[in-house]
């Protein structure tokens, strides 16, 4: 079974103290990690997609790498407005049927709160 | 509109009633997704279109649970005989493809509320 695990579950931060989020995964073949940022009341919006290990990807204040069991969410330099729920979700190849699979495994979120 | 368009926003339903969720893909998107989203939690994997054909339904809970893309575009996901713990946030997703091109895109969901 997919497994996605993300640490920790809440972070607050000072605007401008950079941080980490952390996201654990076991998965029978990985055909791609996600992350997502979601605010209260909307669905989750689309940041990163990573699918292979040793890849990175930047965007503004974010940065996300992958390793082959972990993804980390870097954010330097963190202002008010990346105060929102970042989820991480896995994509296997395979099912657990052994069939296919499209599907996306998420986890629990970190609930980052930046305060000015 | 570009994005996925879901309605209703919200819906507040007694317990036993059936409610119909419909989703708007993003034009010619394939595929199209339906995740049911607890207080808290991560999305968590309904059921699967390929077009018009439900390629996956093992996320749906129960039988009272249905989905239905006729066109291979819209779709419903209905709910009969609500209960109390069907509860949640349902999120609908499409993306243009299924193996590359696979970024899910996310309606703002329809929040359901059980009494």
């Known amino acids: 079974e997919d497994q996605v695990t993300q640490s920790p579950e809440a972070l607050r931060l000072q605007e401008g103290e950079s941080s980490s989020l952390n996201c654990s995964y076991t998965?029978?073949?990985?055909?791609?990690l996600f992350w997502y940022r979601q605010d209260p009341g909307k669905g989750p919006e689309f940041l990163f997609t990573?699918?292979?290990a040793g890849e990175e990807k930047e965007k503004e204040r974010l940065k996300a790498t992958l390793t082959k069991k972990e993804s980390f969410l870097h954010i330097t330099a963190p202002k008010p407005e990346d105060s929102a729920t970042y989820l991480c979700?896995?994509?296997?190849?395979?099912?657990?049927?052994?069939?296919?699979?499209?599907?996306?495994?998420f986890g629990k979120g970190t609930l980052l709160t930046v305060n000015p | 509109g570009a994005g996925v368009s879901q309605s209703p926003r919200y819906k507040v339903a007694k317990r036993g009633q059936d409610v119909a969720l419909r989703c708007d893909p993003i034009?010619?998107?394939?595929?199209l997704f339906w995740y049911q989203q607890a207080l808290g939690q991560g999305p968590e994997f309904l059921t699967y279109?390929?077009?018009?054909?439900?390629?996956?339904k093992s996320g749906l809970p129960s039988d009272r649970f249905f989905a239905e893309r006729p066109e291979g575009s819209v779709s419903t996901l209905k709910i009969q005989r609500t209960q109390q713990e069907d509860s949640a946030v349902y999120l609908c997703?499409?993306?243009?493809?299924?193996?590359?091109?696979?970024?899910?895109?996310f309606g703002a969901g329809t929040r359901l509320s059980v009494l």
């Open positions: 997703a499409s993306s243009l493809g299924w193996v590359t091109k696979n970024i899910q895109y």
């Open positions: 998965v029978s073949g990985l055909r791609g």
């Open positions: 990573l699918y292979s």
């Open positions: 979700a896995v994509q296997a190849t395979v099912g657990e049927s052994g069939g296919s699979n499209y599907k996306l495994t």
């Open positions: 034009s010619g998107h394939v595929s």
């Open positions: 279109f390929q077009n018009e054909a439900q390629l996956d």
